[in-house]
T-cell receptor
Framework: KQEVTQIPAALSVPEGENLVLNCSFT??????LQWFRQDPGKGLTSLLL?????REQTSGRLNASLDKSSGRSTLYIAASQPGDSATYLC???????????????FGQGTILTVHP | KAGVTQTPRYLIKTRGQQVTLSCSPI?????VSWYQQTPGQGLQFLFE???????NKGNFPGRFSGRQFSNSRSEMNVSTLELGDSALYLC????????????FGPGTRLTVL
């Protein structure tokens, strides 16, 4: 059974800092990994999708890396801003075979606070 | 392009009642998945529909059911509500399901009294 862990559970940083959020998964047979952000009481916003064959993806100030063999992914946020404050979730999609279509397994998230 | 929409946004029900939630996926998307989010359990997969067929189901009791229509819109139903069913219910749509980027709606906040 796939399990996803995110460290740290919470992070508070001053504006302008670069930061790294960590995600690990127990079964390396994944199809892809997706990073989301969630604002309080809202739905999830997709940030980055990394296919299992890729090593990293970049979007603006965000960079996500994937090391499938070791079961790890990191989300790097450059020059953090107060507007980045949210919960960040990573989720993995199961690998080839089986019938686990459309099923994402989520971590518990990292609550990020960026203070001015 | 319109995003995923969910209705209603908020619901208050009492124990024993039933409820139906609706999800309209992004135009052209054929896969719809449902998730339950609670503070204690986080995000848990309920089920996924593709072309009106349930392809996968999570570990939830039979009180939770769903369906998908020919226009890809989906509904989920919870019968005989329990206090523990209070949660944010999120639906996600993707082009084909597995391997595709999933886009989430704003969720329906269900409170069971």
């Amino acid at each position: 059974k796939q399990e996803v862990t995110q460290i740290p559970a919470a992070l508070s940083v001053p504006e302008g800092e670069n930061l790294v959020l960590n995600c690990s998964f127990t079964d390396s047979a994944i199809y892809n990994l997706q990073w989301f952000r969630q604002d309080p009481g809202k739905g999830l916003t997709s940030l980055l999708l990394i296919q299992s064959s890729q090593r990293e993806q970049t979007s603006g100030r965000l960079n996500a890396s994937l090391d499938k063999s070791s079961g790890r992914s990191t989300l790097y946020i450059a020059a953090s801003q107060p507007g980045d404050s949210a919960t960040y979730l990573c989720a993995v999609s199961p690998g080839a075979g089986g019938t686990s279509y459309g099923k994402l397994t989520f971590g518990q998230g990292t609550i990020l606070t960026v203070h001015p | 392009k319109a995003g995923v929409t969910q209705t209603p946004r908020y619901l208050i029900k009492t124990r024993g009642q039933q409820v139906t939630l609706s999800c309209s996926p992004i135009s052209g998307h054929r896969s719809v998945s449902w998730y339950q989010q609670t503070p204690g359990q986080g995000l848990q997969f309920l089920f996924e529909y593709f072309s009106e067929t349930q392809r996968n189901k999570g570990n939830f009791p039979g009180r939770f059911s769903g369906r998908q229509f020919s226009n890809s819109r989906s509904e989920m139903n919870v019968s005989t509500l329990e206090l523990g069913d209070s949660a944010l219910y999120l639906c996600a749509s993707s082009l084909l399901g597995r391997g595709n980027e999933q886009f989430f709606g704003p969720g329906t906040r269900l409170t069971v009294l």
